[in-house]
């Protein structure tokens, strides 16, 4: 089914459902996926949003949580360490620019908490 996006989350029948582009690589339907989820899980079909910034909001909460999970994965799978390059995983993942930010928070958290040390890296300048 092509709908013109990556994916969407909705309800039929009183069903949650998942919709993903099957036009999409591996590494695209893998994030659609947890993005999809994350409103799920926050209960997004159950909320009603009267302008762009709500949706805006919902959105970027959706791709917190979709980098949060696909990190934990990378650390479990490549053991990230202070000298890890978060430049390449944002170059590997290829997500919308605004979200580099986050990718190198969530990085950071995960050094921090690894090794109770944060690595200089700043991430404001991605929150523009």
Do not use: W
């Not at 309800?11 to 999409?24: A, T, Y």
């Not at 989820?37 to 762009?52: P, Q």
């Not at 650390?75 to 620019?97: A, G, M, R, S, V």
Request: net charge negative.
């Amino acid at each position: 089914m092509d709908f013109g996006g990556r994916g969407y989350f909705g309800i039929e029948n009183n069903n949650p459902i998942i919709f993903i582009n099957e036009n999409l690589d591996a590494l695209n339907t893998s994030l659609t996926l947890l993005h999809e989820t994350a409103h799920f899980l926050n209960g997004d079909c159950k909320r009603y949003v009267t302008n762009h910034f709500q949706n805006d909001n919902l959105e970027y909460e959706a791709n917190k949580y979709m980098i949060h999970e696909v990190m934990k994965i990378l650390d479990e799978k490549y053991e990230f360490t202070p000298d890890t390059n978060y430049q390449q995983i944002i170059e590997k993942l290829n997500l919308p620019y605004h979200l580099d930010g986050v990718i190198i928070d969530e990085f950071n958290s995960i050094i921090s908490n690894k090794f109770g040390m944060v690595p200089y890296c700043e991430s404001d300048y991605f929150y523009e």
